[in-house]
């Protein structure tokens, strides 16, 4: 198994395109199609703060995919469950994954922790 830092930037920077596409595309679907499914389940609020999380860390990551790899894949990660559990939780209005979410977060602040302390 590769560790974070062995993994090629071109993969690298191919994830982060996806998740920045992923992104775009989730907002826009949110916004237009998915407007009655969101507005049933009172989430709308909920799915743009996932679009928002995520793209905020995609232009992040976009910078530090060169400088801090592992960072890049701590918020890859903290996407997956923040932004990813606040997508199904609006749609599907299962509370529940509302408790997975804070993973996601601890992910990202983690990665900005590891910039804080970073000598790079």
């Keep these: 198994m590769q560790l974070p830092d062995e993994i090629p930037q071109t993969r690298r920077r191919r ?3 996806l998740l920045g596409f992923l992104g775009v ?3 826009a679907f949110g916004a237009h199609g998915l407007k009655g499914i969101l507005a049933a ?3 709308a609020a909920v799915w743009q703060t996932a679009v928002f999380y995520q793209l905020i860390h995609v232009a ?3 910078w530090a995919a060169e400088r801090h790899p592992r960072v890049v894949w701590t918020w890859i990660l903290g996407v997956l469950f923040f ?3 606040l997508y199904l939780l609006a749609l599907t209005n299962l509370r ?3 408790a997975i979410t804070p993973v996601g977060g601890v ?3 983690a990665g900005w922790g590891i910039l804080l302390v970073s000598k790079k």
């Design 96 to 98: 529940w994954l509302g």
């Design 15 to 17: 994830v982060i395109a």
């Design 25 to 27: 595309a989730l907002g």
């Design 83 to 85: 932004s990813g559990s």
């Design 60 to 62: 992040a990551a976009l």
């Design 107 to 109: 992910l990202f602040l």
């Design 41 to 43: 389940h009172s989430t």
